[in-house]
């Protein structure tokens, strides 16, 4: 490990063995109904499709391997950038809101705690208060992402106070201009939301004091668009896959994305991340680092900031390992050649990376 963190016994380290411990943990809270609405099992919006397509994508590519080197554990580089920010691992916590208020005490500080420690990047979602935000800037690398509200005045206004309270970027989840429905057919937040056009968003970009961040990017030509408008940085999501469904996955569309961004903006991807090994895919086709969204609130449901930390130095373990195991010394020298397909979905993938390169 990178530091003097050990993982504490009582934590469980296979995968399936936390979500069992944080499936408890829910429904001893009383909140059972949240069990479908952000674990790894089934969810997301109308048919699911976007949901269950991510993970699908994620294990229809394989990883090449490179026995014969000479590469020690701690000297690999795995450090990234976030929003210009150095981070030790390309991985930072996604911006959150509803739904996780109830999984342990301060949860927003806990995250910016963990962030800290780590050396990585925290984000905060919509509404968030400016004693929360502003807590968790004093701490540690926090960016804050905003519903694009009806009011255009209103969204600049968020996006503003979020660089006086001490956020080191800040942005919109331009994906959220229909609501969100996490799980079936309900939509949330519909009125608290509307879609803006390039040049509406060109202008609030001039307005903004810092770095500037567009989430939910999944296309080549709203990823073309986003560089235009003067974005730092294009979270390529599905938000979960409370969105659009039907969507492509996030990997499906990055070496499209790529092509057209190359080192105009980072890049970073959202949605469906469980593996330190997703992330190694993540960015050999293309992006900077990753977001995790809900594994972060099974680390606060474990144990707050420690459990946290927790899953992050779990990804941390998978994405090393792999590296020794592929022969890969930087997370700078992936590319799709490390990668191979597994099945059609695969194929199809890795042949687009050919096509676009
Ligand atoms: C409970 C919950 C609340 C979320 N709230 C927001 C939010 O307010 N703003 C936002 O941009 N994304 C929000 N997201 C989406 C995350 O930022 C991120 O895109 C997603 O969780 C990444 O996928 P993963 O959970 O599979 O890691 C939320 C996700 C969850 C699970």
Redesign the pocket.
Known sequence: MSDSYENPISFPVNLEDIEALVYQRIIDLGHPERKD??T?RQGGVETGSTWRR?QEIYRSIGLRSRMINSLEYNSLHIGSMFAGQAISLPISA???????NFVCEKPFEQIARAAARLNVAA?I??PSGVTVYSGMASLAKTFR?I?PAPQRERLVKELKESFAGGCCAAGI?ID?IGGMK?VGDEVRFAELVRPYGKDELKDIRKEVPGKFIL??VMSAKDALDAVEIGADVI?V????G?CLDYSPAPLEVLPEIKAVVGNKAEIVV?????RGTDIIKAIALGADSV???????WGLLLDGADGVIHMFRRLEAELRRAMILMGVSSLKDLSPRNLCPLDEKGERLLGKCEQVN
């Open positions: 609405g952000w790894h991510a996604a911006p959150m809101v509803s739904g996780i984000g979602g919509y992402i519903k989840d959220s996490p989430k939910g979270v999501s599905t938000h979960v409370y959202d949605s469906g991340i469980t977001l995790i969204g809900r594994l972060t609130l």
